[in-house]
């Protein structure tokens, strides 16, 4: 299966039908809601100031109003450890009320199918990479993440119940890190690639003539680009049906190293990369398991890193 060609986005079987989409302003729905618009699909994507998903009676009128076939929730407290461990008890409490009201609503209005994302921090922190989805439930998250990560993993438990007790097809993805367009280029996002890329490109303008990462470089981690994960979305969303997790990643694993000396190449920064290595690694080697993914799309062409970058980077120019 190659990835990222319009025709994977004309194929969906959801194609004419009405979908709902959840957290639609964020990384994920900006990507996404395009493609099922080009996929044929109609697609109904709310603001937070149109439905507070916090207030359950808000969610109820949403469905009502719209009448969706399919939803697609997206909407999150979404953070990186710095907002973790400051907002904890927000991290906890919004995303279990949000997915709770989101999903109890949805089954209640008669909704098909239910699809939504949890992150690589559910799985515990003690998982042995790469991470494969039989291992979510053996031990507790990362420390600083873990009122987020047990908030999300409530997600699969309840769509597990769902589809135990009322037969609802509620399916967890489990994308990988993810990287593209309409990311959060700010630094403290969380997100490696585009806090980098930032870096990169304002050390340029500025000309300085060293960066310092941190660490040795040396730690490896996959990532995927967003359009992949839109095109299995739109692909797999119809047809995977089941309370087991899948994850959705590259399984092209790549150093950090690797990653920054790539980012800098692809800006044109000409100053060196300095590694500060009193600084933490953090795990030497975190990458997704994707032998479920392949079993169910066959071969699997992911776009390769160096391409994301580029239109990543490109992209985040024309901002
Ligand atoms: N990004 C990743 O690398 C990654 C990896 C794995 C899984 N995921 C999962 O994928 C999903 C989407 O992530 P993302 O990166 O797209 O997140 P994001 O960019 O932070 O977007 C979050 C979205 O949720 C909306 N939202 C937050 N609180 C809301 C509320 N009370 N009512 C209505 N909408 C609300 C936000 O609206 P506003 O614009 O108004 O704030 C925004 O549209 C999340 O479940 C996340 O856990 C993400």
Not at 45 to 68: C, G, H, I, T
Not at 114 to 127: D, I, K, M, N, Q
Not at 227 to 256: F, H, K, Q, W
Request: negative net charge; hydrophobic residues 40%; proline residues 7%.
């Amino acid at each position: 299966m190659a990835m990222s060609h319009p025709e994977c986005s004309s194929r969906s079987p959801w194609s004419g039908q009405l979908v709902l989409v959840t957290g639609s302003t964020g990384f994920v729905g900006r990507n996404l809601v395009p493609k099922l618009r080009a996929a044929g699909c109609t697609v109904y994507a709310p603001s937070r100031a149109e439905y507070d998903l916090l207030e359950q009676q808000r969610v109820r009128d949403m469905f009502a109003a719209v009448k969706p076939e399919v939803v697609i929730h997206l909407a999150a407290l979404v953070g990186g450890n710095v907002p973790n461990k400051t907002y904890p008890a927000d991290f906890c409490y919004r995303n279990l009320l949000m997915n709770t009201c989101v999903l109890h609503e949805a089954h209640q209005a008669g909704v098909r199918k239910y699809v939504t994302l949890v992150g690589g921090c559910t799985y515990p922190a003690s998982a042995p990479s790469p991470l494969t989805e039989s291992d979510l439930w053996n031990g507790y998250p990362q420390a600083e993440s873990a009122p987020y990560a047990l908030a999300k993993r409530m997600d699969i438990v309840m769509s597990a119940a769902y589809r135990a007790q009322y037969a609802f097809d509620a399916i967890v993805f489990v994308p990988g890190n993810m990287y593209g367009p309409h990311d959060h280029f700010e630094d403290g996002s969380g997100h490696v690639i585009p806090a980098l890329i930032r870096r990169v490109l304002d050390a340029k303008r500025r000309g300085d003539p060293v960066i310092t990462a941190w660490g040795s470089g040396s730690p490896v981690r996959d990532f995927v680009y967003i359009d992949d994960v839109c095109d299995i979305l739109l692909r797999e969303g119809p047809v995977y049906s089941s309370s087991e997790i899948m994850n959705i990643s590259s399984g092209a694993p790549t150093t950090i190293r690797d990653l920054v000396d790539t980012i800098a190449e692809l800006c044109g920064y000409e100053g060196t990369i300095a590694w500060d290595t009193t600084k933490p690694d953090g795990q030497m080697h975190k990458v997704f398991d994707i032998t479920r993914l392949r079993e169910r799309i066959g071969a699997f062409e992911p776009t390769p890193l160096r391409e994301g970058l580029r239109r990543t980077i490109e992209w985040c120019q024309c901002q």
